[in-house]
């Protein structure tokens, strides 16, 4: 270890070890309903913003601290806020605070489960965005810290929280629409390009690009979009930090269409079919992908499309091959469905086209119940830290691991696949009708695309079969798959072993 590691290493395990010995509330503790709960946002360049929203409008609630390794988003948004308030550049110093309560944690993906556990050793309890985890075996540890230290930890999956959504869910689980057939999600969302920067990239001198990167590999960012920059959003689209829309916006859905068959753990199989095609530029993920998860009650399909309905709906502009496809656009909807979901039954379906409202409807489309509510997943994380009661909590993170693993299973089907063309690739799945169905519409809308996928092939994904207990991959190519559960982490940013 370098002497700079070393002492990056020393100087986080001693503020965690502070933090950890700070008699903060303890567990048994239930708050005042008059007891200013004192709250501190990490990551404020999305959905930290939502976080300050929402917690602005909860009485009782002070946010006192803020922590983001962009100073200069720091001095913005602590302008805006009443108060005194304090900033951090490094998280670990904001969990020292003894006058910290709880935490909301909006960073890049990479850092959200050693986030959390670094806030609950520290004695804090959690609100956690999706996916609450990078990969599927540091969820895990996640899960096992939060039961180890006995915090409040709710992960960000607000879709759970609607009165209306709670209702549809029981309706369908009570049997009054008969057997699940298919339990699915659509993300129909448009994703420009990136664009290519040709190489290494110069981080702002107002980023610390050292606690910005974390748990990751220390390199230069390869990406600079003229809109977000080097640094901010577009990580999503890059292996290291984010886990493309499958994780971004898809952890909803799958969460959703696993909520309404009452799974509790993993698939017994998975496969990935997709591709990022329509441009090229510097992002890695999918933006055009089928993800199938063979349950016993009945499959899961979610779906990405990050294309318009068809070529010409979008605005090209710039280099054709870095930017094509870019601009808005309309998107394509499955029954009325563009960013939600559609379950499948024997006597009808039940239609989720936002994150607060439902429709049951019977096999001729005519509407037999509808239910509508709120989100109020910010309010019940409060409400839980007041009351010490867990079980009424909304998004335990139990659940939250469970389905952001399941959006991790697709990105490992996708990475251990090769490109496959379309006929090939339909003689491969024609055994199962479900994924043959959903492949084809999929190949309809790249064709409209003007794709041409003997050129740019679609990648078929390894078949993943699942030890649901251990989490792991049985099968000829386990020791491939086993291998993405995790990763190596950085000096100072390991993700601790707790089961």
Known sequence: MSPLDRRTFLKSSAIIAAGAALPARSWGQVMGSMDDLRVGVIGLNGRGRNHLSSLAKIPGVRVVALCDPDSSLLEKVKATLPGNVTTYVD??????????????????????????IWAMQAGKDVYLEKPVSHNIWEGRQLVAAANKYKRVIQA????????????????????????????????????????????????????????????????????NNPKNGPVHYDWHWINMYGNGDV??????????????????????????IGGRLGYIDDGETPNTQVV????????????VRGLPKKAGTAAA???PRAMQGGGGGDMDKYRGVDIGNVIDCEGGSMIVPSYTTARAVDKDGKVMKEFKGTDRHMENFIDVVRSRKTQDLYGPIEEGHVSSALCHLGEISHQLGKGTPGEALRERVKSDAMLTE????????????????????????????VDTKNERFTGPDAARANALLTREYRAGFVVQKYT
């Not at 904001?94 to 986030?115: E, G, Q, R, Y």
């Not at 269409?257 to 496969?271: I, N, Y």
């Not at 190949?443 to 794709?451: D, G, I, P, T």
Request: charged share 15%; hydrophobic share 35%.
């Open 438 to 465: 959903a492949n084809g519409r999929m190949m309809e809308h790249l064709k409209l695309n003007e794709v041409d996928l003997n050129k740019t092939p679609l990648t078929l994904g390894m078949p993943l079969t």
């Open 156 to 223: 960000g999956t607000q879709i759970r929280s609607g009165e209306g959504l709670q209702q549809a869910v029981a309706y369908v689980q009570s049997g009054a629409m008969g057997k699940i057939v298919a339990s699915r999600g659509f993300c129909y969302k448009r994703r420009d390009s990136i664009g290519s920067c040709g190489g290494p990239q110069q981080v702002p001198a107002n980023i610390n690009y050292d606690l910005w990167t974390g748990p990751a590999p220390l390199v230069a960012p390869h990406r």
């Open 292 to 303: 199938i998860h063979h349950y016993t009650k009945a499959p899961l399909i979610f779906e």
């Open 91 to 116: 998280m670990r110093e904001m969990f020292a605070n003894k006058d910290i309560d709880a935490v909301t944690v909006a960073t890049p993906n990479h850092w959200h489960s050693l986030a959390g």
């Open 317 to 319: 502009g710039g280099d």
């Open 247 to 272: 994780g971004n916006q898809g952890i909803h859905q799958m969460d959703v269409a696993r909520w309404f068959l009452g799974e509790p753990g993993l698939p017994q199989s998975s496969l990935s």
